[in-house]
């Protein structure tokens, strides 16, 4: 690992602004609140810090554009843009993000805008991550022969404890609505698998420090990334922040620390909804 660690601009009053009135930061080993400010020098120490994202919470993901201000990464890798892909310095940030292939309806734009603009004005090097959503459904719906050989080798390096496991099922059948046929659970693991070795692969690729900015399912220490990252660098800092609502309910071990925000009001997902059997890889 190289010596240099995360820049912090926190003298001189040149930090950002402070946390929001009805923001809350939790040891979540302990329970105990942790202040900005310390949060911020654990952060600092890590080889690979994970910062995670309620998709549709806007606080979420201007309170990480506010950090990466303070922090000033010099690596990014993002579950938003494919992995391969990399946002262009020099071009506009419009620009830059077309031709990275950021799906601007998947992703909600404006929702994540202060976060790319807070890592252009930083001069992040921003890479992507993730599956794409072709390759993702392939491994969903064809399992093991649909993934390339080099994400199958680091998921097997790094396999679940049977309570992760159980824990990675309940998620996934919770988030396609309790209609997610047995059958295909298998696959729909793997390839929630598969994304998190793509991450974990294009973070490996950098120099640490790096952070990795995905949803908080990716960035669990029980079943995410930090699962690969372990199997591949034991004595790597690890730190995960899960940024949640007041109102969710966090199972022990998960993240290092919670980030807690107001819950917004959404409509419910799994309204009207019904799964054609054989097609659940969909939204994967």
Same mark, same amino acid.
């Given at each position: ?6 820049l ?13 009135a +009805? ?31 309620? @998709?549709?919470?806007p606080?979420?993901h201007?309170a990480?554009?506010?950090?990466l ?13 494919d992995?391969? /892909? ?13 031709? !990275? #292939?950021?799906?601007r309806?998947?992703?909600r734009?404006?929702m994540?805008?202060a976060?790319?603009?807070s ?10 991550g993730?599956?794409s ?8 719906i064809g399992?093991t022969e ?5 994400? @199958? +080798?680091?998921i097997?390096? +790094?396999?679940? /404890?049977?309570a ?5 099922? /309940?998620d996934?059948n919770r ?9 295909r ?5 793997? !390839? ?7 991450? +974990?692969? !294009?973070?490996? !690729? ?12 990716h ?12 199997a591949?660098?034991?004595?790597a ?8 609502? /007041? ?5 022990p #071990?998960?993240?290092?620390y919670l980030?807690?925000v ?13 799964m054609?059997?054989?097609?659940? #890889?969909?939204?994967?």
């Amino acid at each position: 690992m190289e010596a240099r660690r995360f820049l912090l601009i926190l003298a001189l009053g040149l930090s950002s602004p402070l946390l929001a009135a +009805a923001d809350d930061i939790l040891d979540a080993r302990t329970g105990q609140p942790v202040s900005r400010a310390a949060l911020l020098g654990v952060m600092a120490s890590a080889d690979w810090l994970l910062l995670g994202e309620r @998709h549709d919470n806007p606080r979420h993901h201007d309170a990480r554009a506010e950090l990466l201000r303070d922090m000033r990464p010099g690596r990014v890798v993002m579950e938003h843009l494919d992995q391969g /892909t990399r946002l262009d310095p020099v071009d506009s940030l419009d620009s830059a993000l077309d031709r !990275a #292939g950021y799906n601007r309806k998947g992703w909600r734009w404006p929702m994540q805008q202060a976060l790319f603009q807070s890592l252009r004005e930083t001069a992040a090097s921003v890479l992507g991550g993730n599956l794409s959503r072709v390759d993702g459904r392939q491994v969903a719906i064809g399992g093991t022969e649909a993934l390339d050989q080099d994400l @199958h +080798a680091r998921i097997e390096a +790094a396999s679940l /404890t049977g309570a992760a496991q159980a824990l990675l099922d /309940t998620d996934l059948n919770r988030g396609h609505c309790g209609q997610l046929a047995a059958e295909r659970l298998p696959n729909m693991r793997l !390839a929630q698998r598969a994304r998190d070795a793509a991450m +974990a692969r !294009a973070l490996l !690729a950098e120099a640490a420090p790096a952070v990795l900015l995905a949803g908080n399912g990716h960035v669990r220490l029980d079943y995410g990334v930090p699962v690969l990252l372990r199997a591949a660098q034991p004595r790597a800092r690890i730190v995960s922040v899960g940024f949640v609502e /007041t109102d969710d309910a966090v199972e022990p #071990g998960a993240y290092d620390y919670l980030w807690r925000v107001t819950p917004i009001t959404r409509p419910d997902p799994c309204t009207g909804l019904k799964m054609l059997k054989g097609l659940e #890889g969909k939204g994967a």
